[in-house]
């Protein structure tokens, strides 16, 4: 289904059956809930596990854990230059291998344990002081599928997954934004995590819906973005593609005076084309503005469960939610600019992600908020405006999921 | 000075155990000569930028770290109405020009 823009009508007009889909506070604070989220829709579906761009090179990995799945994953670049994922668990007594936050290049991966070793492929190539009895081949590391789009790339924690990744991707495999330079392009990125208490729809909310700009941001980015002729940041476009969703922002040229201060100026100044904050002019991009939206400004990408893209002229970031417990859940954010050409370049982007955490803070302070007024129980419904509709459209995809 | 720090967890911790008046301070020591600074620095290639600038560029670091918290939140160390998650976010990724370089 895919309307895109909405004229004179409501969201909820084109779209009457998601209007009915029922929102709760239970959704968001039952252990019970929470306990099939994760058996239903994060143990059946595709993950987002990161960059196949920070694993370039034959060795280079990371390792990706979901703690509500008390899952620890190796992701891995093996000499034939395929990315593979295996669980972090030592086939010998179940130690794991690498700490939570590993990350670099290694020709092979060794438990520190009993220094049984593991090539780049998971095939188990070393037994100190072997025994004969133990059979080698049976006992590489356990692989997870994996997943690769547009550099993106996700696990899927089946062991035959039901849905396959192409299913899973649905129309979003020949979407024009994957023309976007993901891999092409040399970036540079700040990123950062922060375990906030609140679940992880809840914080996944406020990077789905902008309705909460013009309040909840009006120290920050609200005086960059507000427009007299959308003051609510109604979207210019949302689309629905199966299971993902985008919500896109028009971004008229600013009439009004920003309030900014020297050294947001100067990031203006020094930034070149790399910096859309503050109205500047946008860079060009292949696979920005799908929907041809005149004054467009940023194209975001909810794709289920755990992942965002934001798209914007000239930087772009992403979001993972990882859900810890039904109340506490991890965002990790990560924002991209082409790489610097000079100091100055990098003082705009370093400043850039500066405000970039300032106002990830102000949301997920929100959330917090959120979360707690849920569980005061004071209300078993939430009464979602009509430009919240992408957070009906996530409640819906998981239904379908604990339902199928 | 003091702000001239080598990494960005290193830069959130200084904001972090600041006062607002020491932010508003170092905002002010420096703003003046944001430009001059820039010009000075872009001379120079981001990935040879010799040693003995490596302290001016981690100021202008810095004033990038706390820039928009002197100049929206006059000093405050967090942004009010997220008070006590600051100190909570963990850098993991971030460019470091002058550490490739040795």
Known sequence: MSA????????????PELSKTAVTAEQHISEGHFAREISEVFRKTWLFAGLATDISNPGDHFVREFKALKASIILVRGTDSVIRAFHNVCRHRCAKLLPPDA???????????HG?????DGRLLGVPDADGVLQKEEL??????????NGFVFVNLQQEPKESFQSWLGQMSDHPMNKFPF??????????R???????KVVKDLFVETYHVAFLH???IDRIYTSPSNPYHHFAAIDFYDKHHKGTAGSSPPTHDMKLGAIAKASVKWGGA???RFGKAKQAAPGLNPNGIENWGLDQYGMFPNFNVHLFGGLWHYHLFEPVAANRCVWENRIFFPKSKNAGEFFAHAFSQSLQVVVGLEDLAAAERNQAGMETGATPNLALHDQEIQLKFMRKTIADYMNA | MDWALPTNTLRIQKRLASSPEEIREFYSAITPMIDPIIEHLNQFPLDKMPQEQHGLFNLLMAIAEVGIYAEWFNGATEPPIAAGLGGKVQMRWEPQPLAMQR
């Open chain 1, 103 to 113: 990350q670099g290049c290694k020709p092979a991966i060794t438990c520190e344990f």
């Open chain 1, 4 to 15: 895109s823009t909405n004229g004179q009508k409501k969201w909820f007009e084109i779209y």
């Open chain 1, 194 to 200: 922060l375990e906030v208490d609140a679940n992880w």
């Open chain 1, 218 to 220: 009006r120290e920050t």
């Open chain 1, 140 to 149: 590489g590391l356990v692989p997870i599928h994996v997943g690769v789009w």
């Open chain 1, 116 to 120: 049984w070793s593991y090539g780049l």
């Open chain 1, 183 to 192: 891999m092409e392009t040399e970036w540079e990125s700040w990123g950062w």
């Open chain 1, 274 to 276: 790399s910096v859309s």
